[in-house]
Each structure stands twice: as structure tokens, then as C-alpha cells.
């Protein structure tokens, strides 16, 4: 029998960045800093002293770090929280205040066959070390995400964005299981029930990012359960069928039980959106899917991974000019290997004084990303461009010497 399946991953093309303006740094001059170099410049030698403070490849190719990434979550719309009435309306005032915390944003960008786009879903944080539950379709091919957490549920409010990895995938039941590099100060966890808590025609309640509409609420009623239902022709889990609203962008997100615990994970719909035909991985299948070993996530397909390895492998920054300038040695880098410069290594006499790197990432030689370092090249904090309209978006935290933000905060 055919299905006819619509996996619920809200996706973008990410076609919409190649334009941006000069980003101003206030604690330095980097606003009339061009990535270029001047006439006086001279060619660095093979055994460049300053080689020691650069990464070993372009930094700028992670989950956190991504400029088209960036531009598509700062247009994201926040939605207000849906309010109630009638009967039950307090009821599900409560539910949402003590839940919504526990749902997340996830984002991250795919490169197949050449083909360039920016994923989104929705997560339950599921416990205190971050560890994040989602449906596979929504981080497929990918080993890294980005999670949006919600420091509050007042309408209006952005979330802020952690790192996280990809520790297990399972494929054939569409779930998939993250855990942040760093927590944030203050974490809210979504409670897992069991299946006995539901039956048809009991009351669930879904919180997601439908169409990016963050913290969007809705409530259904149970239609069946249904074992072993097989949704694709590779995936087969039993499975909670709804009437409750389901739309791309929800898929990972939790049904939760009117008790709010969690009791599937947000998969698929079958017809139109408003056939009222949603379903979600059921909680039994969830359980069972924590409990196995981790394992490499089978979604990301060998072929890009091996291709991007060969890239990274052979792509090396190579300094290209190099000058002094009121007391502040610069190196002009390609990191890119396209022959053209793209980032600037900035390093001051003064030692008390931070060294820093700018980059361009849209080729108009003007900064986008500052990353400052401290004076073993390690990077501690960074700075973000990320909608190009010359002002600073987020501000980026470093740990452990990574590259790659460990949180982004947006201003």
C-alpha cells in the first residue's frame, strides 16, 4: 500500500545571504577595517611567525557559525503563546507556563548533491545534562545543530543558541537524540511518561514551531493507536494518531499527555494539513530508543562526509600579504583556497591587548565575523553580522579553544 507521508521538518532554501554591509566592533577599529591589503604589503615567507594563533581550516563552517544559518533564524518569527478560553482554558495556561521552557528550536544546514538548505524542528529537553529528543528527519545529515532555548515564555521572546551533537539516530523509527556542548544557566526538563497514560479518545496537547511560529500551542484529541504502523517504506514504529494540529516545523516536538508528560514525538501527517490525519512516534518506542547503546547516526550519509574531510584535509590557510599599522601587525589569509583574501589576523604590540581575527564571508572585503583571541591564538569570544546590516546580531562564547561558538547570544 502506498502512503502518502509528509514528513513534518520545516526546510529553506538558503539562498538569501549573499549580501553584506561592514560590521562595527566598538573595542577596536575594526569598522574601517577593509580584508584587503594595502600597496605596501609585503609577501609573508613560508614560516610565518603567526601561523601558531590560526585554525588549521576555515572556522567559520559550523552549525553556530553559519552566516546563511544565522540570517535565517533572525527572520524566524516569534509568535506569541496561544491563549485558552472556555473550558479547560486554565488548565492549559498551566500546562504551557510549566512546559514550554522544555520545547526547543532546532536548526542546521544540509549540502546534498550540491544542493544547499537550512532544516528547522522542534525538541524536548529530556534531561538535566541537555540531552535533547527529536524525531531523525528534522537533523538528518548533519553531526551538529543548533538549539534555540526560550529564556522565558513571554511573548516575543528569541531564543538563545547552543551547539549541540548528534549522539544517536535511529532511522527506522524516525527519533533521534542530541546533547548540548554547553548548558545554559537555567534548564527546564520535559517528563516521559508511559503509554498506558493514553488511550483513544484522551486529550494530548502539542507545543512547537510550526513554520517557524515559535511556542505555538495546540490540543487534540487521541484518534488511535496503532502498533507497528508502517509510515514509509523504511520506517515502522507504533505510532499515536491525532486530529491535533501538526505542521512542518512541529516534527520532533512533543505530544504530551494532559498530565503534561511526554508521550510520542511529533513525526508525520498523512493528506492535506487539514485532514486532521497527525501522528507521533509513541512514547513505548521512544523508552526503548534511549535505552540502546549510542551509536553513529546512520542519516548522515558517508559520501558528503568523506567529501568534506577530503576538502578540510586539503584546504589549508595560506597567508597572502602582511603589514604594521599604528603598532598592530596584520596578515591577510585565504582560507578559502580560492586565491583571494578573505580573512585578516590582527596582532598589536601591546600585549596587554587582545590579537583578533575578521573574516568576510560573502567576498565583499569587509568583516562580518570577529573572533578575538588570546595570546596562544585561543578563541574567547566573538562577534556576529549575521543579517548584514552593518550592526552586531550575536555575540559568541568559546570554550575549550573551539572555533565554533559553544552559544551564541542575540542582541
Given at each position: 500500500?502506498?502512503?502518502?507521508v509528509t514528513i513534518l521538518g520545516a526546510r ?183 503509554l498506558d497514560e493514553v488511550r483513544t479518545g ?88 534511549i535505552a540502546t547503546k549510542s551509536t553513529r ?115
Amino acid at each position: 500500500m502506498k502512503h502518502n507521508v509528509t514528513i513534518l521538518g520545516a526546510r529553506f532554501m538558503a539562498h538569501l545571504f549573499f549580501m553584506m554591509p561592514v560590521m562595527a566592533l566598538a573595542s577596536t577599529s575594526i569598522n574601517s577595517l577593509d580584508i584587503n591589503a594595502p600597496s605596501s604589503a609585503s609577501v609573508p615567507s613560508s614560516n610565518h611567525s603567526n601561523n601558531s594563533m590560526l585554525p588549521s581550516s576555515n572556522p567559520l563552517t559550523g552549525p553556530m557559525s553559519d552566516a546563511a544559518l544565522g540570517q535565517i533564524m533572525m527572520q524566524v518569527e516569534a509568535e506569541p503563546p496561544v491563549k485558552t478560553r472556555g473550558a479547560g482554558g486554565n488548565k492549559l495556561e498551566r500546562l504551557f507556563a510549566a512546559r514550554c521552557r522544555s520545547v526547543v528550536f532546532i536548526a542546521h544546514k544540509v549540502d546534498t548533491n550540491g544542493k544547499k538548505g537550512t532544516y528547522t524542528g522542534t525538541g524536548s529537553i529530556v534531561s538535566m545534562d541537555g540531552h535533547i529528543l527529536t524525531a531523525e528527519h528534522v537533523i538528518s545529515g548533519s553531526k551538529m545543530v543548533a538549539v534555540g532555548i526560550f529564556p522565558s515564555c513571554k511573548p516575543g521572546t528569541q531564543p538563545e543558541y547552543f551547539a549541540a551533537k548528534v549522539v544517536k539516530a535511529d532511522s527506522s523509527r524516525d527519533l533521534a537524540l542530541l546533547q548540548l556542548i554547553k548548558l545554559p544557566s537555567d534548564i527546564s526538563i520535559m517528563p516521559i511518561g508511559k503509554l498506558d497514560e493514553v488511550r483513544t479518545g484522551s486529550s494530548v496537547v502539542l507545543i512547537g514551531h510550526p513554520h517557524n511560529l515559535f511556542m505555538s500551542l495546540s490540543q487534540g484529541t487521541v484518534s488511535a493507536i496503532r502498533p507497528n504502523y508502517k509510515f514509509t517504506r523504511n520506517r515502522q514504529a507504533t505510532v499515536i494518531q491525532t486530529d491535533g494540529a501538526l505542521n512542518p516545523g512541529n516534527s520532533g516536538g512533543p505530544m504530551m499527555s494532559d498530565d503534561g508528560n511526554l508521550i510520542g514525538v511529533n513525526s508525520f501527517m498523512k493528506g492535506q494539513a487539514s485532514a486532521g490525519l497527525n501522528f507521533a512516534v509513541a512514547v513505548s518506542d521512544v523508552r526503548s530508543f534511549i535505552a540502546t547503546k549510542s551509536t553513529r547516526p546512520k542519516s548522515i550519509a558517508k559520501a558528503s562526509v568523506v567529501k568534506q574531510k577530503l576538502k578540510k584535509s586539503s584546504c589549508k590557510p595560506k597567508p597572502l600579504k602582511k603589514w604594521k599599522k599604528d603598532k598592530v601587525k596584520f596578515t591577510l589569509f585565504d582560507f578559502n583556497c580560492s586565491g583571494k583574501g578573505d580573512a585578516i589576523l590582527a596582532i598589536p604590540d601591546d600585549k596587554t591587548k587582545s590579537p583578533f581575527m575578521a573574516f568576510d564571508r560573502n567576498n565583499d572585503k569587509k568583516p562580518d565575523a570577529i573572533i578575538s583571541l588570546n595570546r596562544q591564538g585561543q578563541p574567547q569570544t566573538s562577534e556576529w553580522d549575521d543579517d548584514f546590516d552593518g550592526k552586531i546580531d550575536y555575540r559568541g562564547e568559546h570554550n575549550n579553544g573551539e572555533w565554533q561558538p559553544s552559544r551564541r547570544i542575540r542582541l
